[in-house]
């Protein structure tokens, strides 16, 4: 059997290993002229790494956890030990912990209300969920209005929706969130760093898991090869490219649905990928450099979050007794001010930014920037986010095969639904129902 | 709404239980040993000032983390 596969992230990546490993004849066509989709690693030291975007995992991820033990790499604990920075508008201050500044009753209203709504959503189908077509209508920004919540939780929400899902809550629905929140293991699993989805990084970046699934399946895999087209009738695919045409039994689409949306379909197909509603997830990272984490000779866990920005949350991602990093996350409404600046002016933002948050730093040797809004190839990161409608318009087709096409992607996983662990989650999914078909 | 003073330890053992997810809470686990964090303190400080009345800061909370001392905070308040 001779399959395609369209896209060589994780998805596509471990859909291709999985049908290779079946014995068919695999092609994974990849449009950068490199592998890892979103993620991808940055040398912050020479052979020291940090990741530009997906980074973190926890002990729930099992699917990502197995992939690493096979591959034969080892993951880093995170840590968050020291006092964290906090900026909300009065000037930074130093808390214990990661307990910021804001009325602590007022957030607890708010996480309440979050966990009503996480507890009620269908994980597994949330355009099922009691009063879904409600839930899909409405943003999350306007749910926020709808509580009545005290200042401080209005204040906080965006900051937390940024950090979890990259989004501004005018972007997504409140069923999006709420299954976001509900896939990604609970909203407890889902910001905590120890015993979290945040408890560990892969030694040596994430980008280590494509860069060693494609050494393994060797020249099958194409670089700079976008996919224009694709064609099929009853006895097969043909796939254009810019380059040549590919011929197959079944193809796997693994890429972001406003990507897969980009590709021409003959028969066309009874439904799109994404709607006008449909947004990119707004990350930017920023990793910050320094000799080795000074911050830490301050009682300072590296940690900070900040309502002004550019950057609204720093953590510290030093690799093991080496060069001090400090990732800062520009997300939601931030992010998209932020890319629309130009590289210098960027830069002058953060350095800011970081002055007035650390003021007993030294600046930062380096910084380097990885723009997710603005990679052709990406369109967002972490993943797209389902604005109003999109759940109850694109849920019950998410792996609905069209015809010899199948669908890849960490949006296409209700479990662990824009995650490294959704998104590998997909490629087995996907390799079985081409095995079966 | 019941008056701070009629709180109990089994009151606060209850909700303790309820937000950490575990059964294993006595009048004297502390919070924070048990697996909770910041997100679920303010769960713990938001139900307290539902059902008291009694508005509790997180110091206040990491400093009487254990069912029994956050009874006695809360009967005694403000203290």
Known sequence: MRIVVVGAGLAGLTAATDLAADGAEVTVLEARNRVGGRTRGVEVAPGQWADGGAAYLGHRHTELGSLIRRLGLATVATTMTGRSRFSFGDGPQSTDGRFPPLNATALGDLFDRLYELTAAVRPDAPWLTPDAARLDRQTAAGWLDGTGVHDDARRFFPLFLGEMMAADPADVSVLHMAFYLRSGGGIRYLNAFAGGAQAARVYGGAHQLCDLLAAKLGDRVRLAEPVRWIDQDGTGVSVRTDRAYHQADAVVVAVPPVLADAIEFDPVRPARRATAATGRGCAIKVQLVYPAPLWRDHGLSGWSVSADGPLQSTVDDSPPGGAGVLTGFVTGRQARTFARLDDKSRRAAVRAQIQRLFPGLPAPGRLVITDWLSEPYSRGCYAALFGPGDWLALGPRLTVPHGRVHWAGTETSTEFFGLMEGAIRSGHRAAQQVAAA | ?79
Do not use: C, H, W
């Open chain 2, 1 to 79: 709404m019941p008056a701070p003073s009629t709180v109990t330890v089994d009151d606060m053992v209850g909700l303790f239980q309820r937000i950490l997810e575990t059964d294993g809470v006595g009048p004297d686990s502390d919070f924070f040993d048990q697996g909770g964090d910041s997100l679920l303190a303010t769960r713990v400080l938001s139900a307290v000032a539902r059902q008291y009345d009694v508005e509790l800061t997180f110091i206040q909370l990491i400093d009487a983390a254990s069912p029994a001392a956050l009874t006695k905070l809360i009967k005694n308040f403000p203290g």
